[in-house]
């Protein structure tokens, strides 16, 4: 069962103003259950309106978004439900922490949806434990805690509502390959214990090929890949093409083709290694 | 000659009631020769920020001294003339554009420095339109800077820096906020700049713009772990990855292969040769097993 | 993708009122406003009107976009009108119901300050601020009152202040908008409950915000230090104001609006504007 349902999405800044922009063009898309999705695009490609589709914060200009079946805007009053279904953890989301202690920052969306305080409590501890933030932290101020740890925060907080679907834009951004390993191992962790779906917009062609299993490209406002993560990077002069970056691995396995070595399609380090050891 | 000495230079942040004080850099030696292309590596905390800061002499070292061009900065008869002379030469780029940004035009903001050291309005004039050309700007030099993208406004930045006809510029994680596209520009842009005979310091935790460098430092828990030339750091990715780092994917591809008893080189980081290297070893080896 | 943030009112343009010396613009502003309130009968305020459209001709701003900046003062001229068609008394009453009192003095008094008012506005907006970007005020501003350093003022100290708050409004008005939207996708509701849920459902929103902000102004200060700024002490500019033939033509016009302005006053009749 799809989960996120976009149908005839289309999307317009400042519509019949001078300033006019069409950021998202007849979008059709069905993430489904239980899957990891990566959306790539350059900035200004539409990947962040997307997301804010997604969760109702913007509504599309036509089309319909359905998220766990119902279309979220039938009754715009209860958008701010749909906020807890479709949790979204912005870029850069440890400007976001305000509260006193990280208990209560992390309690912030579970008390919004108006749970028991045994409820809060109990979902606080389990979202610090997928986002590996320790315990011994519950009592701190968060302003007082480093970068990774204030974003595994942040990143906390939305966990904690619980969401059919979790949606992170750019979640490793400027964090060095300890603290993208620990967000997106921490992701991948959660998503098979809770079977929860997880899209992820990045820049990353490395963390996207590790990490998803289905890749979405968005250029211009329009979906113009879509599938696995080889079939995506297998167009890869598509890809430079766009301006978009591919892993360097994927380039060493083209460059390898031409010379008569031919691997498939390649991604990940490990595989590449692999392949190229049962040549000899 | 060099441009950058620091040596043994040690660094604690003192703590508070609920922080304890962190030695953020313990016994740093290092030294940057003029016109090279320097690169330290180190994950976040490792000190490398830190020790930005104490070669732009934002803070002083605990211990140890910083030379700038030959002039003690850490000496205790140090003037605030001696500071301003020294940041004449030594320049930053940081790491958020939006926070370093003065002006609401794009050609005011470069003008700044030069205003500040009491150059000709003329000379300015002819410095900041040269600097724009230098990164590509020219066209948005009227512009408002809030509406360039992230790697527009560090270009803006770096014009700044360099209409102030500094010979050394450090750049602070100046790529770590940005999109692809805009690492690219600045990366090209910093490459030019090298080029032109400007010393460069680049601090980053991206493997693939340290393969760049004349040398390479490793920094973690606020010492120099190892360093050398690109290849030398490289070539021994074991304790990067203590570290916390990673290395290019040719590197980890060419180590793996190695250790499986391929006959490769590691210091490859270029695609096509990696993979020409991969292919002969291949041949080689093919060679080997039917002879 | 952002809404395009300008602030002020500057309208884009190269019209002769554009590109006057900002300094001239601000000593016409202020001598402009002394002309307005020293008009005091019908042929003065004729003087006053045909200046006021002259200058709107000439700033080459269509009158829709001068009429939106007098909308927010709407009240306020209403207002006063209706106080002095109301409560000025004269010689000769128009109506008489009860308690109501009309004169002619009233209305004719109404009628003046409408026009004071309206002319006041669309002058030094056109003078400042349609025509004059906020930062080449500051400027102007800055080395107008230059001489008042030497008696200890900090005027580059507070230009220095206002150009980098223009900088900055942008910025944060930006990131007001990512946090706020932040807190909604964590189910923060702005939009119900009465003025106190909705005045501390924005705790979430300034708490982050002013912590952005003080990181912002010491990043800043830090980046201004390492380009070498030590306040306005041998500092010189890029761009140098200077004052050219046509700013004192237009100071020279000014001046002799005041002047008709005093001369019409004295020796023309016709109605007078005054409290009776």
Not at chain 1, 136 to 150: A, E, H, Y
Not at chain 1, 261 to 267: A, I, K, Q
Not at chain 3, 247 to 274: E, I, W
Request: a neutral charge; charged letters at 25%.
């Amino acid at each position: 069962m799809a989960v996120v349902e976009l149908r005839g999405i289309n999307y317009i800044y400042n519509k019949n103003t001078p300033y006019e922009v069409h950021a998202l063009k007849d979008i059709d898309l069905e993430v489904k259950e239980g899957e990891i999705t990566g959306i790539i695009g350059h900035t200004g490609s539409g990947k962040s309106t997307l997301v804010q589709l997604i969760n109702g914060i913007l509504k599309p200009t036509e089309g319909q978004v359905f998220v766990d079946g119902s279309d979220i805007w039938k009754e715009p009053k209860k958008i701010r439900e749909v906020r807890f279904k479709a949790g979204v953890v912005m870029q850069y989301p440890e400007y976001q922490l305000f509260a006193e202690t990280v208990f209560d920052d992390i309690a912030f969306g579970p008390k919004n949806m108006g749970l028991s305080e045994e409820e809060i409590k109990s979902r606080v501890i389990a979202a610090s434990s997928f986002a590996n933030v320790s315990p011994d932290l519950m009592n701190r101020s968060p302003f007082d805690l480093s970068g990774g740890q204030k974003r595994r925060v942040a990143l906390a907080g939305v966990i904690a509502m619980d969401p059919k679907v979790l949606i992170l834009d750019e979640p490793a951004a400027g964090l060095d390959p300890g603290g993208r390993a620990d967000i997106l191992g921490g992701l991948k962790k959660y998503q098979r214990e809770k079977g929860t779906s997880v899209i992820i917009v990045s820049h990353s062609m490395e963390d996207m090929a590790n990490w998803c299993d289905r890749i979405l490209v968005l250029a211009d406002g329009k979906i113009i890949l879509d599938g696995t993560p080889d079939k995506v990077f297998s167009r890869f002069n598509d890809l430079i093409g766009l301006g978009l970056d591919v892993p360097q691995i994927t380039r060493v396995a083209a460059a390898l083709a031409r010379r008569g070595v031919d691997l498939g399609d390649v991604y990940t380090v490990g595989y590449a290694a692999d392949k190229i050891s049962e040549l000899f | 000659m060099n441009e950058i000495e620091v040596k043994n230079v040690s660094f604690t942040y003192p703590g508070d009631e609920t922080n304890p004080p962190v030695r953020a850099l313990d016994g740093v030696t290092l030294e940057i020769e003029k016109g090279s292309f320097t690169v330290i590596l180190g994950h976040n905390g490792s000190g490398k920020s830190t020790l930005a800061r104490i070669i732009c002499m934002i803070d002083s070292p605990e211990y140890g001294s910083v030379v700038i061009d030959g002039r003690d900065m850490t000496a205790e008869d140090v003037t605030d003339k001696d500071v301003l002379d020294a940041r004449r030469k030594v320049g930053m780029v940081f790491q958020n554009p939006d926070n370093q940004i003065v002006a609401t035009i794009v050609e005011e903001d470069v003008a700044f420095g030069c205003e500040n050291l009491g150059v000709p309005s003329d000379e300015i004039r002819r410095r900041v339109d040269e600097a724009l050309e230098t990164v590509g700007m020219t066209k948005y030099a009227r512009h408002a800077p809030h509406k360039l993208s992230g790697g527009q406004k560090q270009r803006v930045a770096i014009a700044g820096v360099i209409a102030m006809r500094r010979e050394c510029i450090i750049f602070d994680e100046s790529t770590a906020m940005l999109d692809p596209m805009g690492r690219r520009e600045v990366l090209e842009t910093i490459d030019r700049l090298n080029e032109d005979g400007i010393t460069v310091v680049l601090i980053t935790h991206y493997m693939e713009e340290a393969t760049r460098a004349d040398k390479v430092y490793v920094l973690n828990e606020g010492r120099v772990l190892t360093s050398g030339t690109p290849s030398e750091v490289f070539s021994d990715p074991e304790t990067l990855w203590k570290a916390s780092l990673d290395v290019p994917q040719t590197t980890e591809l060419l180590y793996k292969l190695k250790q499986r008893g391929l006959d490769v080189p590691l210091d490859v980081f270029d695609p096509e040769k990696c993979a020409k290297v991969i292919r002969d070893a291949l041949k080689k080896k093919k060679a080997e097993n039917g002879g | 993708m952002k809404m395009d943030i300008t602030f002020g009112q500057y309208v884009e343009g190269n019209s002769i009122l554009h590109r006057l010396d900002p300094r001239a613009k601000l000593i016409i502003a202020i001598l402009y406003v002394v002309a307005i309130f020293l008009a005091n009968n019908v042929c003065s305020f004729a003087l006053i009107v045909a200046s006021a459209v002259l200058i709107t001709v000439l700033s080459g701003i269509s009158p829709r976009i001068i009429g939106r900046g007098i909308r927010p003062v709407l009240i306020l001229i209403v207002f006063t009108a209706v106080i002095n068609i109301f409560f000025v008394r004269g010689d000769h009453p128009l109506v008489s119901f009860y308690f109501i009192h009309i004169y002619r003095e009233g209305l004719v008094n109404a009628a003046f300050i409408i026009i004071r008012i309206v002319v006041l506005i669309v002058c030094t907006s056109l003078f400042l601020t349609y025509t004059t970007t906020p930062i080449a005020l500051t400027d102007g501003l800055e080395q107008l009152l230059a001489p008042l350093a030497k008696i200890k003022v900090p005027v580059h100290e507070f230009s220095m202040m206002m150009t980098i708050a223009l900088r900055f409004i942008p910025t944060l008005i930006e990131e007001t908008e990512k946090i706020m939207n932040a807190q909604k996708a964590r189910g923060a509701d702005f939009s119900s409950g009465g003025l106190i849920k909705r005045a501390r459902a924005l705790i979430p929103v300034l708490i982050p915000l002013f912590i952005s902000a003080f990181r912002r102004a010491s990043d800043l200060a830090t980046a201004m230090e390492c380009r070498c700024y030590t306040g306005g002490k041998g500092r010189t500019r890029m761009n140098v104001l200077r004052a050219g033939v046509k700013d004192f033509v237009f100071l020279f016009g000014v001046v002799a609006l005041g002047a008709g302005v005093v001369l019409l006053n004295k020796f023309a009749g016709g109605y007078r504007f005054g409290l009776y």
